[in-house]
């Protein structure tokens, strides 16, 4: 299977500033979209940006202008550098990818829809 593997989050301050970046490994084939999602104690897990091959993004509207989500294909990596960051960011971040990847038993490829085990991001008011 395809795994992936975080890093960054922390406490910030509200208005700071952290980085978050996601590595993919296994037996890739092909990514077609890596984002990041987020889930606060008590909410639902909710899409905070994604980006796809094809170079489209998404955002949530409460990240809009504030987070930016970037990609090395080459790498198979994501970032998401999230400026002036609000308390009401505490979250949860997790990353996923979505895609196709070689399986032990043979072609064709098979999808893979992974997850990160998930990164604490702490805003203090």
């Known amino acids: 299977q395809v795994q992936l593997a975080e890093s960054g989050g922390g406490l910030v301050q509200a208005g700071g500033s952290l980085s978050l970046s996601c590595a993919a490994s296994g037996s890739i084939v092909m990514i077609n979209a890596m984002g990041w999602y987020r889930q606060a104690p008590g909410n639902q897990r909710e899409l905070v940006a994604r980006t796809t091959s094809g170079g489209s993004t998404d955002y949530a509207e409460s990240v809009k202008g504030r987070f930016t989500i970037s990609r090395v294909s080459a790498m198979n990596t994501v970032y998401l550098k999230m400026n002036s960051l609000e308390p009401e960011d505490t979250a949860v971040y997790y990353c996923?990818?979505?895609?196709?990847?070689?399986?032990?038993?043979?072609?064709?490829?098979?999808?893979?829809?992974?997850w990160g085990q998930g990164t604490q991001v702490t805003v203090s008011s």
């Open positions: 996923n990818a979505l895609g196709y990847y070689n399986s032990d038993s043979g072609p064709p490829p098979r999808v893979f829809d992974s």
